[in-house]
């Protein structure tokens, strides 16, 4: 059990990489899943290339807009993707962890699809950055230019953001300005401080 751990985790398009921002802000100290993920993904081009074919990697990288719009598409190639990356970013967000650990005061991990991993990792607490379905569809179209079918798909292909929010600890909701953001954030770091143990 990391004890000192707490998940930071919403769904797509929810404003999580700005509660992580703010977060750090605050203080704590931030492992970030996605930033391991995208590392993972580079040093992994060759099992990429084997499984998926050579045109998902470009100037030896992987295109991550390609392959994204192939593994929504398609639970199967999704699976086998996750079973290239997954053991290696857990593995390194464990490794990370376990420096966190100690240092005996509460730290964030930033996992977007931490409940999609049920049990993957043994974290009880969880901050779940809040926006409904219908904000977070037009913020999606807005930020990455997808159609609205692309937009539904991306949400679709995640746990509805109202079943990640009734297994919050602690539960920031952003569908209002910065402002209010920035007060929600403020709110559970009084209650994250005052929590810890």
């Known amino acids: 059990m990391l004890k000192n751990a707490i998940v930071l985790t919403g769904g797509i398009a929810t404003g ?16 970030d899943a996605d930033k391991i993920a995208h590392q993972i ?30 593994i929504f598409d398609n639970k199967e190639k999704r699976l086998e993707l996750e079973a290239i990356v997954h053991p290696k970013i857990r593995d390194k967000i464990l490794a990370q962890a376990k420096l966190q ?22 974290i009880d607490r969880v901050i779940v950055v809040y926006a409904p379905k219908e904000i977070q569809l037009e913020r999606l179209m807005q930020r990455e ?19 990640k929010r009734d297994k919050a600890t ?14 929600e954030c403020e709110r559970v770091k009084e209650e994250i401080l ?3 143990y």
């Open 101 to 122: 650990e100690g240092f005996n005061k509460p730290y964030l991990i930033d996992i977007p699809l931490f409940f999609e991993r049920d049990g993957i990792y043994n």
């Open 194 to 196: 005052n929590a810890s």
């Open 41 to 70: 993904l580079d040093k992994s081009i060759n099992e990429i290339a084997k499984v998926f074919g050579d045109e998902y990697i470009e100037d030896g990288i992987v295109n991550r807009k390609k392959l994204g719009s192939l």
């Open 16 to 31: 999580k990489s700005t509660v992580s921002s703010l977060m750090q802000l605050y203080g704590f100290k931030i492992i």
């Open 145 to 163: 230019g997808f159609s609205k079918e692309e937009a539904i798909k991306r949400i679709n292909a995640q746990l509805p953001i109202d079943n």
């Open 170 to 183: 602690f539960l920031i909701d952003n569908s209002k300005d910065l402002k209010h953001l920035q007060n």
